[in-house]
């Protein structure tokens, strides 16, 4: 830091002579290069990058600047940012970064959208790539990092997971639970004005001085976003503004969610209990957040047409951890890699994340939903619980019965035609009013203006799921709107052909409606339609013949095969480069639920196009299951509030399932060679340790806790990242090793080359009474693995070292599986998975 004090003191003080001096004396003293900083104009076209810059971040500055106390505290300490200690020191860097600035540029010619100085320094600004190389070649310049995208990575489930019955009484009940925890959401904002937010029903808010966040005001309504459930509500745009993505009428300059999504995850960890889910006259059940008397703490940095900027995700993540949140919920992921970073662990946004952590700050991340491929996880970071999404055990079916005794399967949220009757199908084709009106697609039933009312009112009409459906231009709540207004009985919507990976949910509407999925069951019905429609020889119907009835679909059927891996979810292996390079490290690392969830909507939400101006939504993706962990979380966080973010995501993993509720192992969706979905035995890459159990979580008997320093011994031994980067980013040199990254001392074990044999160390930490643990293990038969000692007794609060060794039997070119599991005495069971590739060189 001092040399990064003195450059800029001698590039300000030979700034304020240049009036005085000629340019020959200017060049002379200062070279070329000074030459080149002042004289630079902008060219191209500007974008945003992210800067990193000398000396340390307010977390983590240890003193050395004149005039500057240390801020950084010990792990289990909270900074006071409201110390003139934290306040000038930030301040010091902020001015640090805006001389900078000013010495490089002309004044007019860059715009700097934040500055970066609890978690990381540094700071987005928005020039061109010639001024970005220049900043590259500045004295004290770390790295600089053009800005990439990020995008979403888009009820029952507490009963699913026991939350009622087994979680919430510990902590005085579903009025206590998750009392005085905040959750920040780093999301495309709220609605705040939602039962699932409010406080008009339930025991009053008292203040939480430990959270410093502000609560912005609607600049339309001028009301406050906050209200005591919600804590603090602002919104980040400063680099979705300069790279001209923003539109304020569109996407709110204000926390207000004009997408859905966010009002959707914050409900889900943290949403009042018992809040009716009506739509459409029915009530769906009873929506609850996994802990309902925690604080939401809102940074919006997504939007709905564009998604969001690293820029702004960045700033909001750092302003969230100042502001003094205790869990921090990510449903979202970068749309590709980084331009310029080799490592999946090391950038502007893993790196603010390693520093939240440090910070105390336990971070659950979406896993992505690229699966059901290898490699497309989108989480990757060690410090990082990234989740994996599960179905759980409610199902919405429904069926068409046809006038020839045949039942088709399909799906939909709907009530059934009048018991015991038929009624006649009309395909949308057949009644259209005029044949000029083909250009508008009518087979996907979406204007009830091009359709002969006098033919569809009475009948069931019949539609085509067209590409439109999936690309979002076309809805099923479309469609049921449509035939609503023409006075048909109800709809079927037939899909013809589909795309792998097409995903069809089950959507509420108010008329009776299904949708059928296979294209098999759709090639019957067209075929019963056709022969039971008589036309003249210009094509044109003589006579509608074809009849049918719709079931009731409103009820959900319960599963006990329940849960299973989602195809959607992202899968491992993890990676440790953009080469997709395997890591050392498992991902994901735990299920939860993401399908079909039932959570709180925003009325101006346009994420999905079936619940426009709904107050509730059910979706799915690895968004969902994100949140379910935050709430656990909390849970875990409220019963432990010393326990570092380590600890509970240890917690978490060694006390989940691998077990579906009828006790098979679990099983993933996965495409078969036909690209029809298919149920296949799960693996760690599908579902990390398991599936969420909070109870269990609640109690771990041990857990596998890591510091700080524990990630940089990571970072420095995993092969293909360069000491200089690692400093670059945390400040700190490659002084602490562990030997190999599989060292690290998580609740899991993997090694993706394994020559050999190798072994590995883990360190438990007792947080219940005095008991022995067993310690056991079973792998594939590739690899032989062994645990030493076989048996320990740990007293509370002791820690003890164990060691696995693993040694390669067999070369098979894939992964083989397997677990430690350590059982204890007082009925403790914690769990590892192990996962090794053995090769012969």
């Known amino acids: 830091m001092p040399f990064l004090i003195e450059k800029w003191e001698i590039l300000w003080d030979t700034r304020r002579t240049l009036g005085t001096r000629s340019v020959n004396m200017r060049a002379m003293e200062l070279g070329c290069a000074v030459v080149v900083l002042f004289s630079l104009l902008i060219a191209g076209n500007a974008e945003i990058y992210i800067v990193t810059v000398i000396g340390e971040p307010v977390i983590s500055y240890k003193g050395g600047v004149p005039g500057f106390e240390a801020t950084a505290v010990e792990s289990d300490e909270t900074i006071d940012v409201t110390s003139e200690l934290v306040t000038s020191y930030s301040r010091h860097l902020e001015m640090k970064h805006d001389m900078l600035l000013s010495l490089l540029f002309e ?9 970066y100085r609890h978690l990381i320094n540094g700071f987005a600004v928005h020039i061109s790539p010639e001024q970005a190389e220049v900043l590259r070649q500045a004295p004290g310049v770390k790295s600089v990092e053009r800005d990439w995208k990020v995008r979403r990575l888009t009820t029952h489930t507490p009963q699913f997971l026991g939350l009622p019955t087994g979680v919430w009484p510990t902590g005085g009940g579903f009025d206590r639970a998750g009392e005085d925890i905040v959750i920040g959401f780093v999301d495309s904002g709220i609605f705040p004005h939602h039962p699932s937010f409010a406080t008009h029903n339930v025991e009053p808010y008292g203040p939480i001085p430990k959270y410093r966040g502000k609560c912005e005001v609607d600049p339309d309504t001028k009301r406050n976003f ?31 969610d004009g997408d859905g999504h966010g009002s959707h995850t914050a409900a889900i960890a943290a949403g009042n209990n018992g809040i009716p889910v009506r739509m459409h006259g029915y009530e769906f059940g009873k929506a609850s957040g996994m802990a309902p008397r925690a604080r939401v703490a809102v940074y919006k940095a997504l939007y709905r047409l564009f998604g969001g900027f690293v820029a702004d995700v960045v700033a909001a993540i750092d302003q969230a951890v100042h502001d003094g949140v205790d869990i921090l919920n990510l449903s979202v992921g970068p749309n590709s890699p980084p331009a310029t970073t080799k490592t999946t662990f090391l950038n502007p946004f893993d790196a603010a994340l390693l520093s939240a952590v440090k910070a105390g700050v336990f971070v659950a991340q979406a896993a992505g939903n690229g699966g059901p491929f290898p490699k497309s996880l989108l989480s990757y970071s060690p410090w990082i619980a990234s989740v994996a999404a599960a179905i759980d055990d409610r199902r919405y079916k429904n069926h068409l019965t046809l006038g ?18 038929t009624f006649t199908l009309v395909a949308a084709n057949d009644v259209l009013l005029d044949s000029s009106v083909v250009k508008y697609s009518p087979s996907d039933c979406q204007r009830p203006e091009v359709l002969n009312k006098n033919l569809v009112e009475g009948n069931i009409l019949l539609c085509g ?6 690309v979002g231009t076309a809805s099923i709540k479309k469609v049921s709107e449509t035939a609503k207004s023409l006075g048909a009985i109800g709809f079927v919507l037939a899909v013809e052909n589909v795309s792998p990976g097409t995903k069809f949910d ?3 509407v108010s008329i009776p409606g299904i949708l059928i999925t296979e294209v098999s069951k759709s090639m019957d019905l067209i075929e019963y339609y056709n022969t039971s429609t008589s036309r003249d020889w210009t094509g044109r119907v003589k006579s509608f013949k074809a009849t049918g009835s719709i079931g009731d679909g409103l009820m959900p059927i319960l599963h006990k095969s329940a849960p299973q891996v989602a195809l959607f979810s992202a899968r491992g292996p993890n990676i440790r480069d953009f080469n997709f390079q395997d890591a050392d490290l498992l991902k994901p690392d735990i299920l939860a639920p993401g399908s079909l969830i039932w959570a709180a909507w925003s009325p101006n939400g346009t994420d999905e196009a079936n619940y426009v101006g709904e107050g509730f939504a059910m979706i799915s993706g690895t968004s969902m299951a994100a949140p379910h962990i935050a709430g656990i979380a909390a849970l875990v966080k409220q019963k432990h509030p ?6 509970i995501k240890s917690a978490l993993m060694t006390t989940s399932t691998t077990l579906d509720r009828a006790e098979n192992p679990l099983r993933a969706q996965q495409y078969s060679g036909s690209e029809t979905v298919t149920l296949v035995t799960a693996t760690p890459f599908d579902y990390g340790s398991g599936h969420v159990t909070p109870r269990a979580a609640l109690d771990p008997g041990l857990i596998f806790d890591a510091a700080y320093e524990d990630y940089i011994g990571f970072l420095c031994t995993t092969p293909g990242i360069d000491a200089h980067e690692i400093k670059n980013y945390t400040s700190l040199p490659c002084n602490y090793t562990m030997g190999r990254p599989s060292n690290l001392n998580t609740p899991s074990i993997t090694i993706s080359h394994l020559v050999g044999t190798q072994t590995v160390t883990r360190t438990v930490t007792n947080v219940a009474g005095l008991e022995t643990y067993v310690i056991s293990t079973r792998m594939a038969p590739a690899i032989a693995v062994e645990a030493n000692p076989p048996a320990m007794t740990l007293k509370p609060g002791a820690s003890r070292k164990f060691s696995v060794t693993l040694t390669a039997r067999s070369v098979t070119g894939t992964y083989s599986f397997g677990e430690v599991l350590l059982k204890g005495s007082r009925g403790h069971k914690v769990r590892i998975p192990v ?6 060189r």
């Open 107 to 115: 004044h007019g010619t860059y715009k700097k959208l934040y500055s």
């Open 226 to 256: 906050c209200n005591g459930k919600i804590v603090g509500a602002q919104h980040f745009a400063e680099a979705a503004i300069a790279a001209g993505s923003f539109n304020p009428s569109v996407d709110f300059a204000s926390p207000l």
């Open 404 to 421: 020839n005794g045949k039942i088709l399967p399909g799906i939909g949220l709907s009530p059934s035609t009048h018991f015991n009757r």
């Open 465 to 470: 799921y067209s590409f439109n459906f999936v």
């Open 506 to 508: 089950p959507v509420p």
């Open 642 to 647: 010393h326990w570092s973010p380590a600890a």
């Open 835 to 840: 996962v090794a590739m053995a090769y012969d």
